[in-house]
């Protein structure tokens, strides 16, 4: 046997009676695990779902999700992770893309499951699990009640597809990416060599991101990698992570966005807890302020912390440690910007806008060369072709290198404000505006302007509910240049998200709620 489901087999042989996996109800060892696992591979082989079949997971974070995951790994059957957070209409458009024949759903979700929507799908089976089952579908303790746990004999391949997960969308339709078996596992195996209590100590990892994400999936495929723990939950209470920290001896937090440590920096309730377990925190999807890092230090002290760059196309190319100290950041705050260095296994270019290498220091779409990079989009060939040539994965992403080797992310090529002749990243006026002590958090995006064809326009989310935009277009006009400046303000209680959790600047682009606000008003 070849891939991820081979490590779960050879785990529950070295290691039995220490705990794979855990949600908020229950939690598996690697023998109650892997038994649970052979059962249902055995049975879904059983029915005709065998190699090359594709099941559809319409689930949120649980020890059912990693139980049929692994099911599908150790048979071929490919595991197609669809995002429950899209509408009703959107999973059943995926499921029919992606020719599922069997749809895996948790019973919160069943409102999603529409048979008049996959009526002309391919679809024969729904799987799922609990005490909500509905009738006609098939109950994952059923499975394993008639099925045997013999070990299944089927022969993976490295180039046998593994996984398809989809894209957020917010560029227009989602694509699926496609992940072969190998590409699964050199970034387990790429994550276990980073780590360095690899086959020296135990890890048990914490995460809330959805395990149809390519960040919440690495969770899980790291803790298998290194025979350590994967816990799942679905939400950010400060009360549950307190509990489970204590409970399981956490030692490994997964949040994303970063922002998302100050919901417990307040909190009596985590603060209640024993957490001297945790010792590495994994930071990424967003800004890594000095306030967020404060606060991890005060929560977590001597925690080390981590941020990375990625995508679900090729994982991650980009990836930093360090253990930081408040001295760390007096002396050099600028860490906290930095995507990281290169990481292992990976290669990567800057190149303008005709494929060629920029000179050093300058922006340039990254290029990502790696055995993680994906097969190629679901039966999308033109799309496929305009990402990736010769084994190189145009990202879509500006970036520059400094002279330390340190990778800075400027912003999306497409998201990109092309004004008087001069080029505006948003990532980089946004960096400067949340540092305004109001400035909660802030987004930037474009609208036509008839002298320069755009101009920068902000969309601002107050600290304290209320904010003064003369205040804020005075400390632009002192940090930013004057073609960087936002021409345009508007006040927001909060700002628009895709499905995925991405600030969606598109929605505001098109919106006609935002009432924008000159600085020719506030001069």
């Not at 749809?103 to 909500?132: A, H, Q, T």
């Not at 991890?296 to 253990?323: H, N």
């Not at 004057?482 to 919106?511: C, I, M, N």
């Amino acid at each position: 046997m070849y891939g991820i489901g081979s490590l779960l087999t050879r785990a529950a042989r070295a290691y039995p009676d220490r705990m794979a996996v855990a949600d908020v109800t229950h939690s598996l060892s690697y023998s109650e695990l892997n038994d649970r696992v052979n059962r249902i591979a055995n049975f879904l082989w059983s029915i005709g779902l065998t190699k090359g079949s594709r099941i559809g997971f319409i689930c949120d974070n649980c020890v059912e999700f990693a139980e049929l995951w692994l099911a599908t790994q150790k048979i071929g059957v490919v595991a197609v992770l669809l995002n429950y957070r899209a509408k009703k209409e959107e999973i059943a458009r995926d499921v029919r893309r992606s020719n599922c024949n069997a749809l895996f759903y948790s019973p919160k979700w069943k409102e999603s499951i529409s048979l008049r929507n996959i009526s002309d799908s391919d679809v024969r089976y729904l799987i799922s699990f609990g005490d909500s089952t509905i009738d006609g579908h098939i109950n994952l303790d059923y499975i394993c009640s008639v099925s045997d746990n013999t070990e299944p004999n089927v022969k993976i391949k490295e180039t046998n597809f593994s996984t398809i997960l989809y894209t957020s969308g917010s560029t227009g339709l989602s694509k699926g990416v496609i992940r072969t078996h190998r590409m699964v596992m050199a970034y387990a195996m790429q994550m276990a060599a980073e780590h360095e209590y690899y086959k020296t100590e135990s890890i048990c990892i914490l995460s809330h991101s959805p395990l149809f994400h390519t960040g919440g999936l690495s969770m899980l495929m790291k803790s298998l990698a290194l025979n350590g723990s994967y816990i799942g939950v679905n939400h950010l209470d400060p009360e549950t992570y307190g509990s489970l920290i204590e409970k399981y001896k956490v030692t490994q937090l997964f949040l994303v966005p970063p922002v998302n440590i100050m919901r417990f920096a307040d909190s009596d309730a985590i603060r209640k807890h024993d957490l001297s377990s945790v010792n590495f925190i994994w930071a990424t999807g967003g800004k890594l302020s000095k306030d967020y890092v404060l606060a991890m230090l005060d929560l977590f002290p001597g925690v080390r912390i981590k941020t990375s760059y990625g995508g679900t196309e090729f994982c991650a190319a980009c990836s930093i440690s360090y253990e930081l100290t408040r001295d760390d950041i007096e002396k050099d705050p600028q860490l906290l910007e930095s995507a990281g260095y290169l990481g292992q296994f990976a290669d990567v270019r800057l190149v303008d806008e005709n494929g060629c290498d920029v000179p050093a220091g300058q922006p340039g779409e990254l290029w990502v060369s790696s055995p993680f990079v994906m097969y190629g989009y679901l039966d999308d060939p033109i799309s496929t072709a305009e990402v990736l040539t010769d084994g190189w994965y145009h990202t879509g992403d500006v970036f520059r290198q400094d002279e330390r080797g340190l990778y800075f992310f400027l912003d999306r090529i497409s998201a990109m404000i092309k004004t008087g002749g001069e080029n505006v990243y948003p990532n980089e006026v946004e960096s400067v505006l949340r540092k305004h002590p109001s400035v909660m958090d802030c987004a930037v995006f474009s609208v036509p302007d008839p002298k320069w064809g755009e101009a920068v326009a902000a969309a601002l989310v107050p600290e304290d509910g209320s904010i003064d935009l003369r205040d804020v277009h005075a400390f632009a006009k002192e940090n930013l240049a004057g073609y960087r400046k936002p021409q345009y303000y508007t006040v927001l209680s909060e700002l628009p998200k895709t499905a995925s959790g991405k600030t969606d600047r598109r929605a505001l682009k098109e919106s006609n709620s935002c009432t924008l606000t000159s600085i020719k008003e506030l001069e």
